[in-house]
């Protein structure tokens, strides 16, 4: 029996639909690898058995501040970083913003003493609703810290700032729910911690750009980013482009990003 021509036909046009599908995803796979130099470095939990890809080792750790300090990289604050950007200042020859995201229980248990021996100042971005609950990001994590825990971080120099309220992807958000979402965060970081700078971190890195105008509505003076990069857009919102340090990213990678990262 013969194959009516119009059945083949489905049949190459369904091919075709799935390769421009595949090459489409390829394309979008590799737009994000290799991840662009950066000057500013974005750690997640840190914990002696990672049981996660977001998870570094404080071994990992020690070894890139390490070779930071071995390579004279000036490690300097996000707010020395936003403010000399904003005022025209002169950044250093080498130098790297260190940040870490979802506040978790190593970073408190193994970060902190760390930064402190090395003296270097650092940001953490707290999910501030998650804190209330106690419940960590992502289940294979550390635990989340507590405000007493970000109490001290403060106390001791280091920056707390927002991760959104209940890490909810902001990009899925009405313009509404965003203004509660970041609102409510800032609040309790105001109530709980005494921090009034306005710096966000967007959780899993989303966001849409026409958000923008949102966030600035909403009196804040930057948004870390990780996934999405909607480029220069509004001004008066400075984007903080940052490079994830992973389990497995090499402390030679980590130097030849900061290094290779435009001025
Ligand atoms: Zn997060």
Redesign the pocket.
């Known amino acids: 029996m013969k194959t009516p021509s119009f059945i083949i036909c489905i049949f190459f046009v369904s091919i075709n639909i799935a390769l421009v599908a595949y090459s489409a995803s390829r394309i979008e796979f590799n737009k994000r690898l290799p991840p662009k130099p950066a000057h500013i470095l974005c750690y ?1 939990d840190i914990d002696p058995a990672p049981q996660t890809q977001w998870a570094r080792s404080p071994k990992m750790l020690l070894a890139d501040f390490d070779l930071l300090k071995k390579s004279q990289v000036e490690v300097i604050s996000l707010d020395t970083f936003i403010n000399s950007t904003q005022n025209g200042l002169p950044l250093p020859e080498k130098w790297a913003v260190i940040t870490f ?2 506040v978790t229980k190593g970073q408190f248990d193994y970060a902190r003493p760390l930064l402190k021996e090395y003296k270097f100042p650092a940001t953490f ?1 707290a ?1 501030t609703a998650l804190v209330e609950s106690g419940e960590p ?1 992502i289940s294979g994590f550390t635990g989340i810290m507590n405000w007493k825990e970000l109490k001290a971080l403060v106390d001791e120099g280091f920056q707390v700032a927002s ?1 959104g309220h209940t ?1 909810s992807d902001l990009s899925a958000l009405s313009g509404q729910m965003l203004k509660k979402e970041i609102r409510d965060s800032l609040l309790a970081l105001a109530s709980n911690l005494n921090v009034n700078e306005a710096d966000v ?1 967007l ?2 890195g989303l966001y849409r750009q026409e958000q923008e105008k949102l966030f600035i509505e909403l009196g804040v003076r930057s948004i870390a980013l990780t996934t999405t990069d909607h480029g220069s857009g509004e001004p008066g919102l400075m984007k903080i482009r940052r490079f994830e340090v992973k389990a497995d990213t090499k402390s030679s990678t980590v130097l030849r990003t900061i290094i290779g990262a435009a001025p």
């Open positions: 997640h995201d979802d971005f999910p990001v991760h890490h971190c959780p899993f």
